[in-house]
T-cell receptor
């Protein structure tokens, strides 16, 4: 069955520090992978996506993610976080005309 | 950049009443979806819709739910007799093409449904 696991419910980092949010997936075929961000009370904004090709994908707001097939992972990274990055981050698998399966999310807190 | 728009942003309804959530997908998109997010939980798939019929639905999407594309622009989700547990944020999404294409689904900002 398709599934997405985000092992960290909450992550706290200091402003300016680096960030890595973990994501593992289970998918029968070659996956399409996504990271979405949701600010409080807001909708889902696509940060980046992986469909094929280069396994390191660049997204908006300085985020990047690396697809590692051997580890079934698609971790999200940012070299230096800003206070405005505080939000909930969802890893997801699927897409195209398939439904998207979301992880439970990781809430990112930024310390000043 | 074109957006998926949802109305209303917040809907408050008495339990047992019918509610219709509205979405205007991006104009050249062909595949439409509803998802929901109960407060504090993950986003869950409800239903997908293509060519004026349901493509897939989850176990959440029972007989109380229905979807419709009444004209060329709107895509609606109806809940016939709302229950307290229907309180959630409902997201509409659309994508231009299917068949495992490389086009992502675009999400609206959601409608927060509160059942009293």
């Amino acid at each position: 069955a398709q599934s997405v696991t985000q092992p960290d419910i909450h992550i706290t980092v200091s402003e300016g520090a680096s960030l890595e949010l973990r994501c593992n997936y289970s998918y029968g075929a070659t996956p399409y992978l996504f990271w979405y961000v949701q600010s409080p009370g807001q909708g889902l904004q696509l940060l980046l996506k992986y469909f094929s090709g280069d396994t390191l994908v660049q997204g908006i707001k300085g985020f990047e993610a690396e697809f590692k097939r051997s580890q079934s992972s698609f971790n999200l990274r940012k070299p230096s976080v800003h206070w405005s990055d505080a939000a909930e981050y969802f890893c997801a698998v699927g897409g195209g005309d398939d439904k998207i399966i979301f992880g439970k999310g990781t809430r990112l807190h930024i310390l000043p | 950049e074109p957006e998926v728009t949802q109305t209303p942003s917040h809907q408050v309804t008495q339990m047992g009443q019918e509610v219709i959530l509205r979405c205007v997908p991006i104009s050249n998109h062909l595949y439409f979806y509803w998802y929901r997010q109960i407060l504090g939980q993950k986003v869950e798939f409800l239903v997908s819709f293509y060519n004026n019929e349901i493509s897939e639905k989850s176990e959440i999407f029972d007989d109380q739910f229905s979807v419709e594309r009444p004209d060329g622009s709107n895509f609606t989700l109806k809940i016939r007799s709302t229950k307290l547990e229907d309180s959630a944020m409902y997201f509409c999404a659309s994508t231009i093409q299917g068949g495992r294409s490389n086009q992502p689904q675009h999400f609206g900002d959601g409608t927060r449904l509160s059942i009293l």
